[in-house]
């Protein structure tokens, strides 16, 4: 009788081993589940990490979906490497062209934000081709291995180093510049400052450019002009975003102490390529304009604004950005501000800039005033 009390105690026992272990799978399955689905870690050039499943990719966008199926879309030029398991893709970009180095590895816990090598990792420093078919996002790039793979051993400084090398600088632009000086049969001065300034991020975009122009021909002042704009963009899908814009003026010639343009409303990216984007937005807009004498006069209208950056050849970018601002209450009454100009890379850092700018105001407020003011500058300006 004790035996038949051991055996079944111990049946007993095991069936209650056997459910246990059922309910705590049961339980884990959906942890074990998201870890399973969010796998792939994305590192950006400033040092942020996200989490997701890598679902598509094209030319500038990687796509990716995290926790509650919300969908980013990270643009390439921002992300510096993606880990899964124990495969990294390492990211580097020479001018418009993407490059990938596959680096594997047998340590645990290999990850974004900490990497453990060892004299066993192998790296890849052009993918082969077998490995696209692992990887959707290499399905659209055009590289081609040129370079066998080599055996190395990389340190975590030198993963670092490649993260940063040429995305030290979340802010990118450049400074141009320009004088002219004129002395003898006739005296003149021309003197010019233009910046464009930009910051790129996952979810939005900052941009401000400026223009200081001053000319005197024979003592008599021809330009006396200072303006800047500040946009802020918010992405909303892979090609739709929110805009908001300020925009300021003064010039001398017109009489005009300070001419302010608001404007927010939404966009949409037609093209988005390495050699070619073109955007289009439009929304309301609300000007202020004091001039002379304390001249105010105010108006509510529309902007529309199109950008277009062409990258003709590796070294040069062809650009041009116009807007249209109308008045509501008649449309007779509008202006256009337009920039267009070629930018050649002499070096890394310097360039060789020519603009052509020009304004055109259909019904100009101050008297004596040309409705046409287009300024064609030569400079030479600094990239970082």
Known sequence: MSSRQNMYTFVKTNHILKYSRLLTLFLLWPCLLINHVFSDQIKTIDGNIIEGEVMDADEEYLTVRQRGDSVVFIQWRIISLISRDKEMIIVTHDGRQKKFSILTTTSDGFSATDTKL??????????????IAKHPFFINETEQAVKADTKNTMSVKGVSQIDNSKHSKPWHGNVNAGLTIQNGNKEALTTNIKTEISKERINDNIYFNSLLL????????????????????RKHLKKVYSFHQESMEHDEIEKLNLRSITSSGAGYRFIETDRLKYKSEVGPSFTYERFRDNILQTSAGLRIGNYLDWQVLPST??????DYLPVLEDFVDWRLESDMGLRHKLTKSLSFNLSWINDYDNQPSAENVSKNDATLLSTIGYNF
């Open 317 to 322: 970018l062809f650009y041009f950005k116009v």
């Open 118 to 131: 060892t004299t066993t990792d192998k790296i890849s420093f052009i993918y082969p081709k077998e490995r």
């Open 214 to 233: 001053f000319e005197t021909k024979d003592g008599e002042k021809n330009a006396d002009e200072q303006r800047g704009t500040l946009k802020y963009e």
